[in-house]
Nanobody, 119 residues
Framework: QVQLVESGGGLVQPGGSLRLSCAASGFPLSTYVMSWYRQAPGKERELVASIGSNGGKTKYLDSVKGRFTISKDNVENTVYLQMNSLKHEDTAVYYC????????????WGQGTQVTVSS
């Protein structure tokens, strides 16, 4: 089965760090654009970061630039989001997404992992 499983979320104090992981199974993420989205209660889902299928072409939400880094390991079939200098406004459920639109469009989502930044 096709599956994306996020992990690494939790409670952290402002200024702290977390590393989220998204393990893919059932497909090679090397052929997909991988992204991290987040959604806070009552707010729209927003794109946090993405990375091209070849490991390049990264992009970030303006508010996380310089603090978050997306990366992936094709051998482990896992994508990561390193989050540093966390702020209260980073609190949200973070979702992993895999997208491919060559010949046929595929769009996969993980179940989400909660990140709470609080003192």
């Amino acid at each position: 089965q096709v599956q994306l499983v996020e992990s690494g979320g939790g409670l952290v104090q402002p200024g702290g760090s977390l590393r989220l992981s998204c393990a893919a199974s059932g497909f090679p993420l090397s052929t997909y654009v991988m992204s991290w989205y987040r959604q806070a209660p009552g707010k729209e889902r927003e794109l946090v970061a993405s990375i091209g299928s070849n490991g390049g072409k990264t992009k970030y939400l303006d508010s996380v630039k310089g603090r978050f880094t997306i990366s992936k390991d094709n051998v482990e079939n896992t994508v990561y989001l390193q989050m540093n200098s966390l702020k209260h406004e980073d609190t949200a459920v973070y979702y992993c997404n895999a997208h491919r639109a060559i010949v046929i469009e595929y769009d996969y989502w993980g179940q989400g992992t909660q990140v709470t930044v609080s003192s």
